[in-house]
C-alpha cells in the first residue's frame, strides 16, 4: 500500500458545485495533516492544516477520519480560481519530512 | 517579507554535468526541506536540514548532497546528471515541528 494515496482525477465541476476528495495514508503514527494546492508549473502552497477532526476555512473543510486512516476535502460554491491540482500531505512519525500524495486534478467550468 | 527564495529559475545541463541550487529560507525559519517533481507526480522528499545537520534523507541516490549554512541557506548539488533528474525542484521552510512547510518557486531543470 503506498505511503499516501489520492484518486488523481481529473475532477471537471460546473462554478458554484461541491466537490470532495479523498486521500489515504498507511502510516498510523501521523498526527498531522496538510492539504496543499499546486497551480500550474507552480509551486505548492499550504492550503488548510489538519490537526484532530477537522478544520474548515471559509469554503473549504478538511475532515479527518483517524480510524479508518483517510482525509478528506470539501469544497463548496467552486470558483472558477479553484481550477489546480490538491496535494495530501502526511508528514510520518518523526514528521521530519512531508510525503505527497500524487495530487488531485480540479477543473472549475464555467 | 521574503518568502522562500530559489536560484537559478531555470537551468539547461547536459547529462554527466553537475548542478548546484540554491535556497534562502523565510527569515527565522530553521529547517530546510528539498523535494524534487517531475511532471503528473506529488513532490519527492530528497533532504532535510535543522539547524546545519542532516535530519532526514529520502530515497535518492549519492548523486545527490545537500548542505545547510549557518545563515540557514542551503544548496543541493546533484553530480553525474542523468536525463531522469530532469525535474522541478522545490525548497522548502518551516519554523518548526508541526506547522506546514512553505515552498519556493523551485528550480525548474532540463538535462540533454
Known amino acids: 500500500r503506498k505511503e499516501v494515496e489520492q484518486d488523481p482525477g481529473p475532477f471537471n465541476v460546473p462554478e458554484g458545485a461541491t466537490v470532495a476528495f479523498n486521500c489515504t495514508y498507511s502510516?498510523?503514527?501521523?498526527?498531522?495533516f496538510f492539504w496543499y494546492r499546486q497551480d500550474c508549473r507552480k509551486e505548492p502552497k499550504l492550503l488548510m492544516s489538519?490537526?484532530?477532526s477537522g478544520n474548515e476555512d471559509g469554503r473549504f473543510t478538511a475532515q479527518l477520519n483517524r480510524a479508518s486512516q483517510y482525509i478528506s476535502l470539501l469544497i463548496r460554491d467552486s470558483k472558477l480560481s479553484d481550477s489546480a491540482t490538491y496535494l495530501c500531505?502526511?508528514?510520518?512519525?518523526?514528521?521530519?519530512?512531508?510525503?505527497f500524495g500524487s495530487g488531485t486534478q480540479l477543473t472549475v467550468l464555467p | 517579507d521574503a518568502g522562500v527564495t530559489q536560484s537559478p529559475t531555470h537551468l539547461i545541463k547536459t547529462r554527466g554535468q553537475h548542478v548546484t541550487l540554491r535556497c534562502s529560507p523565510i527569515s527565522g525559519h530553521k529547517s530546510v526541506s528539498w523535494y524534487q517533481q517531475v511532471l503528473g507526480q506529488g513532490p519527492q522528499f530528497i533532504f532535510q536540514y535543522y539547524e546545519k545537520e542532516e535530519r532526514g534523507r529520502g530515497n535518492f541516490p549519492d548523486r545527490f548532497s545537500a548542505r545547510q549554512f549557518p545563515n540557514y541557506s542551503s544548496e543541493l548539488n546533484v553530480n553525474a546528471l542523468l536525463l531522469g533528474d530532469s525535474a522541478l525542484y522545490l525548497c522548502a521552510s518551516r519554523f518548526s515541528q508541526g506547522y506546514g512547510y512553505t515552498f519556493g518557486s523551485g528550480t525548474r531543470l532540463t538535462v540533454v
Open positions: 489538519v490537526y484532530s
Open positions: 502510516n498510523s503514527a501521523s498526527q498531522s
Open positions: 500531505v502526511v508528514p510520518p512519525g518523526s514528521a521530519r519530512q512531508l510525503t
